[in-house]
């Protein structure tokens, strides 16, 4: 346990919401709902984490990577992003905030910078980055929810700004910056709620927006599809990815160890709401066909999503990390595991007693010494997959400006 993620309780809910008390963020308002908050002005840069050019951009990050070899050799990989890349991404973080109240206010505070540099800088290597900032539903609200104290506007009066935010940002962006350029939507946890709400309402069946959607990476989230198929649902005409070529779909998925599936009261691995013959959707990034695959993950050295009080885990035993990222190839596979009640991303870490380097992951949420089963690997769904998504995007933009009309 030592050599995994140890936090508080913040570090333990930080990514909950899309399946907590916020489950339904992007929902339409009750009839007893609050009046709006007055929209943002996304024409402030201010009011985004990324955008090229931007000054302060958050996704100008260090993100070199330390690669651990089976045999213990390490080499330094650089990482440089593509300006000419041919697609754009637009990501929505999940919740990180502990700004008081029900929702966050638009400060750009280290817990959104450091998201985005572990969940969404990376992908600079085949898109170009638009990330907006908008008023989440905020840890300190999830936390008074859970105590059975829940703030005005938790459950039947919450407000949609969260969705709103989102909304108007992708507006902003699709008439100020797209230009016709295919996108990339990312999003974990109550991000990727919003984001699902956003392809529903804005781009699901809208052939001049739907055109130039390239593909949806939700994490952390349960996208419902019927049992055995890959469209309907919650989408009516985006459907899985099932290769690389492939464009307007979507890769969702939920992680657990494999030696530890989803509990029975699980978060995740099934639709939020049941119904007959729905499933959740699981898309492995490593083998979208299909099959184990290997993952290409990118870990934070000293860092996640999450504040964390552990030692940090000693990925070359002996060896110091001097890089902000580590890497180790052939550590980790994952293959999409469907029973009665859950489908999810089953992750296993080769155990190699003669190889120096680590045969563990940080990811586990502990609370009072106790993993939270349940939650399975929530903290790390990006990490773990975020080079094959890398190379994915890059893939399927390829392929997008090959078929573009």
């Given at each position: 346990?030592?050599?995994?993620?140890?936090?508080?309780?913040?570090?333990?809910?930080?990514?909950a919401?899309?399946h907590?008390?916020?489950?339904?963020a992007?929902?339409?308002?009750?009839a007893?709902?609050?009046?709006?908050?007055?929209?943002?002005?996304?024409?402030?840069?201010?009011?985004w984490?990324?955008?090229?050019g931007?000054t302060?951009?958050a996704?100008?990050?260090?993100l070199?990577t330390?690669?651990?070899?089976?045999?213990?050799?390490t080499?330094?990989?650089p990482?440089?992003?593509?300006?000419?890349?041919?697609i754009?991404?637009?990501?929505?973080y999940p919740?990180?905030?502990?700004?008081?109240?029900?929702?966050?206010?638009?400060n750009?505070e280290?817990a959104?910078?450091?998201?985005?540099?572990?969940?969404?800088a990376?992908?600079?290597?085949?898109?170009r980055?638009?990330?907006?900032?908008?008023r989440q539903?905020?840890l300190?609200?999830l936390?008074e929810?859970?105590?059975g104290h829940?703030?005005?506007?938790t459950t039947s009066?919450?407000?949609?700004?969260?969705?709103?935010?989102v909304?108007?940002?992708f507006a902003?962006y699709?008439?100020h910056?797209?230009?016709g350029?295919?996108?990339?939507?990312?999003?974990?946890?109550q991000g990727?709620?919003?984001?699902?709400?956003?392809?529903k309402?804005?781009i699901?069946?809208?052939?001049?927006?739907?055109?130039?959607?390239?593909s949806a990476?939700?994490m952390g989230?349960?996208l419902v599809?019927?049992?055995g198929?890959?469209?309907?649902?919650?989408?009516?005409t985006?459907?899985?990815?099932r290769?690389?070529s492939?464009?307007?779909?979507?890769?969702?998925?939920?992680?657990?160890?494999d030696?530890?599936?989803?509990?029975?009261?699980s978060?995740?691995g099934?639709?939020?709401?049941?119904?007959?013959?729905?499933?959740?959707?699981c898309?492995?990034?490593?083998?979208?066909?299909?099959?184990?695959?290997a993952?290409?993950s990118?870990f934070?050295?000293?860092?996640?999503?999450?504040p964390?009080?552990?030692?940090p885990?000693?990925?070359?035993?002996?060896k110091?990390?001097a890089?902000?990222?580590?890497s180790a190839?052939g550590?980790i596979t994952?293959?999409c595991?469907?029973t009665?009640?859950?489908?999810?991303?089953a992750?296993?870490?080769?155990?190699d007693p003669?190889s120096?380097?680590?045969s563990?992951?940080?990811?586990?949420i502990?609370?009072g010494?106790?993993?939270?089963k349940?939650?399975?690997l929530?903290?790390?769904d990006?990490?773990?997959?975020?080079g094959?998504?890398?190379?994915?995007v890059?893939?399927?933009?390829?392929a997008w400006?090959?078929?573009k009309?």
């Open positions: 346990m030592s050599r995994r993620v140890l936090a508080g309780l913040a570090a333990a809910l930080l990514t919401a899309a907590g008390a916020f489950a339904q992007s929902s339409p308002p009750a007893s709902a609050p009046t709006p908050l007055p929209p943002n002005d996304y024409s402030d840069k201010a009011a984490l990324c955008w090229p931007k302060g951009n996704c100008d990050v260090d070199a330390t690669v651990v070899n089976a045999d213990g050799s080499r330094t990989e990482f440089k992003a593509d300006s000419g890349a041919p754009d991404c637009f990501y929505v919740t990180v905030s502990l700004d008081p109240g029900l929702l966050a206010t638009m750009i280290p959104e910078t450091r998201v985005v540099e572990q969940q969404f990376r992908f600079g290597a085949s898109c980055l638009y990330a907006p900032m908008y539903f905020t300190t609200a936390f929810a859970m105590q829940p703030l005005p506007g009066e919450r407000p949609t700004t969260p969705y709103d935010d909304r108007d940002a902003y699709l008439a910056e797209n230009h350029r295919g996108f990339v939507l990312i999003g974990h946890s990727s709620s919003l984001l699902t709400q956003l392809i309402n804005e699901d069946g809208k052939p001049a927006v739907e055109a130039r959607l390239v990476i939700l989230t349960s599809v019927p049992k198929a890959d469209v309907g649902g919650d989408f009516k985006v459907p899985l990815c290769n690389a492939q464009v307007a779909c979507a890769i969702a998925y939920a992680s657990f160890r030696n530890s599936p989803p509990p029975d009261n978060r995740f099934r639709p939020r709401t049941p119904g007959e013959g729905l499933a959740a959707a898309v492995n990034p490593a083998n979208l066909s299909g099959g184990e695959g993952l290409h990118y934070g050295v000293s860092r996640s999503i999450a964390t009080a552990d030692a885990i000693d990925w070359d035993k002996g110091t990390i890089t902000p990222f580590v190839p550590l994952a293959r595991v469907s009665p009640q859950f489908n999810y991303l992750i296993h870490v080769k155990a003669a120096p380097r680590t563990d992951i940080p990811g586990d502990v609370v010494g106790q993993v939270m349940d939650w399975g929530h903290l790390i990006a990490n773990l997959a975020m094959n998504l890398v190379d994915l890059r893939q399927e933009g390829h400006i090959v078929g009309p």
